[in-house]
Structures are given as C-alpha cells and as structure tokens.
C-alpha cells in the first residue's frame, strides 16, 4: 500500500511517543509537525495498568495535550461491551484499572483479563478459569508477549495469561486491544477514513504492525522501545516503513504525502 494515500495516523505510546516516563527525542515536536500539516491523528493504547485518566494527565505531564475521545484504550471498549450486554464481570486486572470499570456490578458473567501484575496469583487464575470453563464471556484487554519495563529490559505482558487460560479452558479470548481488527478500525472510522487511508505507527512488529496491515492499514514500525532486531521477520509481510524512530517516521510520511491534504476528520 503506497503511503501517499495515508491521510491520516494512529501512534502508539508507550515505546513511541515516551519510555519510562520520558518522551523519546523529537517525539512530541514530530506530533507537532503532523498537527500544523492538519494530519488527523488518533492515540491507541495497550496499555492495562493506568486508567484513561491517568493517562492524559501523565501525558499532558509530558507536553502532550490530547482530547479524551482521542486515545483510545482496551479497557474503555471493554466497558462499553459489558455494558451493552448487560454482563456483571469478574475483573483479573491492574488495582489502577478498576477506576475504568467503575459503577459495574461485580459477577461471574464475563471474565475480564489485563496486565494484573502481582494479582496473577494461582487462586485468581484458577477462578477465572473455572468461570470461562463454566460458560462465562471471556474478555481480553490485550494479548501483547511482553514490555518494555521501566529498567529498560522486556517484561511478560498479559499475552502469557490469556494464552494458558485458552489453553486451559479451550476457549479463545475475544480481544479488545491491538492486535484486533476491531481495535484499529474503530479509531480510523472515527478520523473519518477508510482503513487505507490510515497508517498505525508503533515498536510492537506483531500488535501494532501486523494487526494494523491485516485490518487493511498500512504498518510503520520504528525501532524504539520494545522493538529488538528482526522483530519484523515474524509477520507474514513486511511491513510498510521501518523507521529509526518516530521524528524520522513522521519526516518521512509527510514527504511522501500531499502537502495539500484536505482535512477529514470529521470527528472534531
């Protein structure tokens, strides 16, 4: 896919725009140039241990202003699903999270699993099993291998988790979070624009990458954060652009793209 049709981008955090709590060089004034082109631009996030909240106030922290109904997170699709079904979850995530889920009524409806760190205790595991293996929704916030930790060494991610209840229960986890289709595409509709038309850029080669290029988007990995040599050879097609980073992603996108784009997003 020829990245002069990209109209408009969706980035990843954590490992693009920041990591350990420090924004990447040229990061935000990459974000700048791209909001002064009138680029749309959407936030999408794996990340299960900080509510959206926290999120925006930590990157307003930073430098970076967002609108809420920009970032988009596993955790606030989850909710709307619960809601919408009318399901009463039992919730396996981060003590953080919970500000997310909040006015829920606790069940054994539907089992929500995160990055739970210290809570991925056998007792909790096996309840959640026991739950899935009785019928229960089975839920996913996320299904990443690991992270980048804030002593800059990889770290096992909630991906681990999900897969040994799968394994356990023979059931499969419906996925909200990055690598599913439904995640990506819902933040290109609300740019206004078809899948491609829109460009996911991030450091995880098989979540942010190879789900955005099976939904139809064009895929830039950068080589920051958890991204390690030839991380790109486990997808099944290379990806669109591989960058150093997300300054040099950016220059090269709006190189390559009309300086007379039209604005269409129509979500503002």
């Known amino acids: 896919m020829p990245l002069s049709a990209v109209r408009g981008l969706l980035l990843d955090l954590d490992g693009v725009v920041y990591v350990g709590g420090e924004p990447l060089s040229g990061a935000l004034e990459a974000i700048a140039r791209l909001r002064a082109a ?62 997310d889920f909040a006015g829920l009524e606790p069940g054994e409806e539907a089992v929500v699993i995160g990055d739970a760190r210290e809570a991925f205790s056998y007792a909790n595991l096996n309840a959640a099993f026991r739950l899935i293996h009785a019928g229960a929704d089975f839920l996913a916030l ?7 930790d804030r002593d800059q060494a990889l770290s096992l991610d909630v991906g681990g ?34 899948p491609a038309e829109a460009a996911m850029i991030g450091d995880d080669a098989e979540a942010d990458v190879g789900g955005a290029m099976t ?10 954060g958890k991204y390690r040599a030839g991380h790109e050879n486990r997808l099944a097609a290379p990806p669109t652009l591989i960058a150093d980073d ?13 300086e007379s784009r039209p604005s269409r997003d129509t979500a503002r």
Request: charged share 20%; aromatic share 8%; no cysteine.
């Open 215 to 224: 939904a139809g988007l064009s895929g830039v990995l950068v080589r920051t």
């Open 142 to 148: 996320a299904r990443n291998r690991n992270f980048l």
């Open 38 to 99: 009138g680029v749309p631009l959407r936030f999408v996030t794996n990340t299960t241990t900080k509510p959206r909240r926290r999120l925006i106030a930590d990157l307003a922290a930073l430098g970076l202003a967002l609108d809420p109904a920009d970032l988009f997170t596993p955790a606030i699709l989850a909710r709307d699903a619960l809601i919408a079904a009318g399901r009463k979850p039992f919730l396996l995530i981060h003590p953080d999270l919970q500000e």
């Open 161 to 194: 988790f999900v897969a040994a209840l799968e394994y356990a229960s023979d059931r499969t986890a419906h996925v909200f979070g990055k690598p599913s289709g439904d995640f990506f595409l819902g933040a290109v509709r609300a740019m206004g624009l078809n």
């Open 246 to 258: 997300l300054a040099q992603a950016v220059d090269l996108l709006l190189a390559q793209t009309s």
